[in-house]
Each structure stands twice: as C-alpha cells, then as structure tokens.
C-alpha cells in the first residue's frame, strides 16, 4: 500500500471514531433527565435510572416529537448496556426498559436497575426493541462495567494439540541440547491469555471508558522431551485501550463500539532474534442479529532503521485485520479472520475458529491459521497449522 493510500486509511479510521464517539454522546443526552422529570436510584447497587419522559397534568404519556417509544427503550438500553451490573442479562435489560419507558412518572418508584422486572408485559412476548448481542460485545460491556477487574480482551485458549507440518526453526536456531541443534517436533501445544483492566470510566463522555490490556501467546514444544520440551517462541502485546460505546448504524449494522488503541507487540529476545514493532489502531465492532464484525486498521510508528529488528514486517501483515463471527443458537460459533498486504507481491493470512459446547460450563475449540504472522519469530515464513483444544473465555477480538 502506498504511503497517500495509507495516510487516507488512518484519516477514514479517524473520522469513523470520532463520528461514533458524537454519537454516543447523543445517546446518553438522550436518556438524561428532562425538567420535571424524576430519577428512581437504586438500593445497593449504587447505579441511577435517568427518565427522558415529560409528564402531562392528567398523570398520562405523552410521547415526545423528538422521541418515539421506541427511540426511548432504544435510549435507556443504550444506558444500562455501559451502567448495568455484568450480571444482569441482556433480556432482563430490554424487559426493565419496556417497563419503564411505558411507566407514567407517577409509577417510577425507586428501584434497583432491574429490580422488580421478571417476566413479559402483559400480553406480549416480545418489546418494540430486540437487542442482539453477541459475547464479543458482551465482552466489550463487561469490561465497561467491571473498573479495576479482569477482562476478557481477545479470545482465551489452550489448544494441546496443534499440528504443524513444516514448524519453522527460526525461534530455536541457536538452541543447542548437550551441543545438539535442537530438532523441532511436528505437534506442540499453543496458548493465548488475554485479558484488560479498565482504568478511567467516563474519560470522553458518559459511554467511554480507558483500559490497559496485555496478551501473551506461547508456542511451547510440550512433547519435544528430548530437547528438555522448550517454549519456541512467547510474543507479548501490551496496550493501552480507549473505548466509546456506540449505537448508530450502517447498511443495517449496529456499530457498538469503536476502540484506539496505542500498541507494542514483541517476542522479548535479544538480537538477532530480537523481533518488535509499534502501532496505533483503531477497531470499528458491528453487529445485526447473530452476526459480529470487526474492522481494525493501523498505521505502524517508524523506527530508526539500525534500531529495527523487522523493517518489512508490514509487507507480510499489511495494514488492516478483518474479522466476523456468526453465533449460533445452539452454542457453536465460527469466526473468520483475514489479513493482506494489498500489494502486488501479495502476501496476507486467513484464520478460521470454530467454537462448540462440550457441556454446561467447556466450551471446545478448533484453530486453523494460514499464511504469515501467526508468531512474530516467523512473521515472514508461510505456515499452515491445525490445532484443536478449549476456549476457556471469548473476547471481542
């Protein structure tokens, strides 16, 4: 990709982000409390209702020009997504919102956020608003409502077996076992742990939040006993995370989120296996029905070209990420990751997950990866690998 091409990719990026971040903030004005209105604050929860109704002299609805019933179950669902407890379901949420946005003034009593709110309204199954929600948005509201905790931040697993045809010996090369050069076995286990911490609520307006995050994926020779089992290689991902909570739509998405990010991705290794790059990114989350989409473009820091250790890194990973998955009703989900290079040398990688149940509380896992990138050891050899285990916590990436 050109330098021009690339500039006008970081200025789109940027003008989305900030398009969504003006969004959201209408949409918490949305739901505050007019004059005349009232709040209803909750016991122990310490979270507060914010009413968008008017009251009329004869104590009945009055349905606003601005706002139609649906606007407002839409607006509170917006606010109890970012101020709700991360145990309160995404069908007790829309439940309360139906309730309340129906309830003259008079009615509002005071009251938890889902205090009193367990089954349907009266003769109806289902509200004027279905909210649609996938666990990697659950996991973007989750880290919202859970300040100074762990989240889940990108997908967790441990695959214990993985199988790779032709493992490059790059991350290995001067590994000796009793002056031997250490022969690398064909099956290995793989891990990734990623989890963030939110650290300033509210930083930008009421649907915004700021987190530290860290990943760690290892590739670790488990069964190799006669090379004393070594780990290959171990890349380290630490960033730092803005979030703006989002509602507004495109071609029939809801984009729920918007994230950028300040990121440093490295293996820990001194030279010559030193390998190390900087980035800024955004991250654009759609959604419609059972479908989650994410766009993530970056633009890479310079460095100084004797201080770095992969000055062409960016012609084997390109400058975006593409990623989907589509949730099952019946517990299995598939995700479908790509990336390019966009150049005539083309170069790119695909990744495709597939989670299923395995019971009430294991969820089984399977990871193919084509392509360049899965580590960044080998960040410029092709590998294709197949391997199968447990997701143990889904993220939004």
Not at 105 to 127: A, N, Y
Not at 178 to 194: A, H, R
């Amino acid at each position: 990709m050109s330098e021009p091409g690339l500039i006008k990719l970081v200025v789109v990026s940027f003008w989305l982000l900030v398009a969504g971040a003006a969004s959201a903030q209408e949409g918490a004005a949305a739901a505050e409390v007019p004059p005349g209105g009232e709040v209803g604050t909750g016991g122990d929860t310490g979270f507060s209702v914010s009413e968008s109704e008017p009251e009329n002299p004869g104590g009945e609805r009055l349905v606003s020009d601005q706002l139609t019933l649906e606007e407002r179950e839409q607006a509170c669902l917006r606010e109890q997504l970012l101020v709700a407890p991360a145990s309160i379901t995404l069908e007790e949420m829309r439940r309360f919102c139906a309730q309340r946005v129906r309830e003259t003034p008079d009615e509002r009593e005071p009251q938890p956020v889902f205090g009193t709110v367990t089954e349907p309204l009266p003769g109806e199954t289902e509200t004027t608003v279905a909210p649609e929600s996938s666990k990697a948005a659950q996991a973007i509201r989750d880290a919202a409502n859970n300040p100074f905790t762990l989240a889940s931040h990108k997908v967790n697993y441990l695959l214990p077996v993985v199988y790779n045809p032709s493992p490059n010996e790059a991350g290995l090369e001067d590994f000796q076992v009793n002056g031997v050069d250490i022969d690398l076995d064909e099956i290995e286990v793989q891990f990734q742990l990623s989890v963030q911490v939110p650290i300033w609520r509210g930083f930008l307006g009421q649907a915004s939040f700021m987190s530290l995050a860290y990943t760690n994926k290892s590739f670790w020779q488990a069964y190799n006993s006669d090379d004393s089992s070594p780990f290959r290689e171990t890349n380290h991902e630490p960033e730092l995370l803005m979030t703006w909570l989002n509602d507004w739509s495109l071609f029939g998405f809801q984009n729920v989120a918007n994230q950028l990010a300040i990121n440093h991705q490295s293996n820990g290794r001194s030279e010559p296996l030193s390998r190390s790059w900087n980035r800024v990114y955004a991250n654009f989350f759609f959604e419609r029905e059972n479908i989650f989409i994410s766009f993530k473009p970056w633009y890479r820091i310079p460095e100084d070209r004797d201080d770095d250790d992969n000055p062409d890194i960016e012609a084997y990973l390109g400058h975006f990420e593409l990623a989907g998955t589509y949730s099952g009703d019946n517990g299995h989900s598939v995700s479908l990751m790509l990336r390019n290079n966009l150049r005539s040398d083309n170069r790119g990688a695909v990744e495709l997950r597939w989670g299923f149940p395995l019971g009430g509380r294991v969820r089984g896992f399977v990871k193919y990866f084509g392509g360049y990138g899965e580590s960044l050891i080998d960040y410029d050899e092709s590998v294709n690998t197949l391997g199968i285990g447990f997701e143990l916590a889904r993220g939004a990436q």
